[in-house]
């Protein structure tokens, strides 16, 4: 991904919209629960209310909404992808504590709920590891455990490829809201930490 969520050091998720909006559209939604500043276009914003999200009490860091491009993807087509997003919002988190994975997946899902969303994972769930210098017997062996994590929950989930900007391609998991009800439910619940560039 070439957007500025990658410097912020946290995981990151990514929301994917059917018609052009803007992270500006997100503030009403937000402000009943969060402190929120918006600037050029993106938001930064803290959770002050997480029991809004059905969560109780928690530690996270701030948090980052704004436009990502979708040029990576673009390149390959959207393979697996019904309908194609107009548009992608970054939601980030700026540390990587079990408190700010567990907020990012239900600000995700709260987000992705009232803009009507895919959520983009960034990558691979059930594979914490980069595929970089695996054998292509190696990456077909972590590929496979990731698809049998994932096919075994609800809610609709694609593997898609895109393109990296060194060279050669990279997987993201793509799913429903109802996929990822049952991920944020999961015993191995992680959102993944980095976007590959």
Known sequence: MTGSGGAMGGPA????????RSALDAV?????FCEVRASD??????????????LGRLSPGPFHLGLE???DFQALGF?????PPAVELALVAYRSGQDDHLLLGHLALFLAERFD??????????YRFSLDDLSEKEEAARLIEARALV?????????????????GH????????????????????HMIWEIKP
């Open 69 to 71: 491009s979708l040029e």
């Open 79 to 83: 393979p697996g992808i019904d309908r």
């Open 117 to 126: 969303a895919l959520i983009n994972f960034y990558g691979l769930l059930g």
């Open 170 to 189: 990279w997987y993201s998991h793509i799913g429903d809201r109802e996929f990822l009800t049952a991920w944020l439910r999961h015993p191995e619940f």
């Open 28 to 32: 009403p939604w937000l402000d009943s």
């Open 151 to 167: 096919t075994s929950l609800p809610g609709h989930i694609s593997e898609t490829q895109y393109a990296m900007a060194q060279g």
């Open 13 to 20: 998720v990514g929301l994917w919209l059917s018609e052009e």
């Open 41 to 54: 276009g993106c938001l930064e914003f803290h959770v002050r209310e997480p029991l809004a999200l059905g």
